[in-house]
């Protein structure tokens, strides 16, 4: 069936630079996307969501871009602090079908070195 | 605010035993999931309640897991009898009301489950 997946497994990034994760999803009916950030030993948290309408947004330090063409999204970290260093997850939803239900992708664990 | 609290943190249990795990959503919320996440197959759907009715119990593995939500403020996940391949992380979940777009969905800390 259908799945969102990710380009890399693990991303290593100097503290201080720009951080980007990627993600490739197959569902051509998902309209809503999101990114969470597990840190170990908790739950997912919510990080920035993103609608099919847009290609673009913007958080605090963070931005979505969603290239709906080839089926893309990435997450931008800027200025990335050893706090960022956790395992991101996207996340795509049918609004219009099972509107409850989220198909998470396998993760890209993100190290930040000092 | 207290956010999604799940019991117990940790359990380690024998092969055969029955496993109840215990979730309190946050207060007001309308919407309850029940998630498994292992290394090999990530975060996946269980079981979705609204307004404390199952809606969506196609995530269920199998007969041997069965949910409840006898009340908008407390539902159980129990495995019975539990399997070595049952280990996972379980996470309970909670959002205001059904439908995800625009809906935060906050997650309990999970439930670590090893069935030896």
């Known amino acids: 069936g259908e799945s969102v997946g990710l380009h890399l497994p693990t991303l290593s990034v100097q503290e201080g630079d720009n951080s980007i994760i990627n993600c490739a999803y197959s569902n051509s009916a998902s309209d809503y996307f999101i990114w969470y950030k597990q840190e170990s030993g908790k739950g997912p948290q919510f990080i920035i969501d993103?609608?099919?309408?847009?290609d673009k947004r913007q958080g605090q330090r963070v931005t979505v871009l969603l290239n709906k063409t080839v089926k893309h999204l990435s997450l931008q970290i800027a200025a990335t602090q050893p706090g960022d260093s956790a395992v991101y997850f996207c996340?795509?939803?049918?609004?219009?079908?099972?509107?409850?239900?989220?198909?998470f992708g396998k993760g890209t664990l993100l190290t930040v070195n000092p | 605010d207290a956010g999604v609290i799940q019991s117990p943190r940790h359990e380690v249990t024998e092969m055969g035993q029955e496993v109840t795990l215990r979730c309190k959503p946050i207060?007001?919320?309308?919407?309850l999931f029940w998630y498994r996440q292992t290394m090999m197959r990530g975060l996946e759907l269980l079981i979705y309640?609204?307004?404390?009715?199952?809606?969506?119990d196609s995530g269920m593995p199998e007969d041997r897991f069965s949910a409840k939500m006898p009340n908008a403020s407390f539902s159980t996940l129990k495995i019975q009898p539990s399997e070595p391949r049952d280990s996972a992380v379980y996470f309970c979940?909670?959002?205001?009301?059904?439908?995800?777009?625009?809906?935060?969905?906050?997650f309990g800390e999970g439930s670590w489950l090893t069935v030896v």
């Open positions: 309640f609204n307004n404390n009715v199952p809606i969506d």
């Open positions: 207060s007001g919320h309308n919407s």
């Open positions: 996340a795509e939803n049918n609004s219009g079908g099972s509107n409850y239900k989220l198909t």
């Open positions: 979940a909670s959002s205001l009301r059904q439908g995800v777009a625009g809906n935060t969905i906050y």
């Open positions: 993103i609608r099919s309408n847009m």
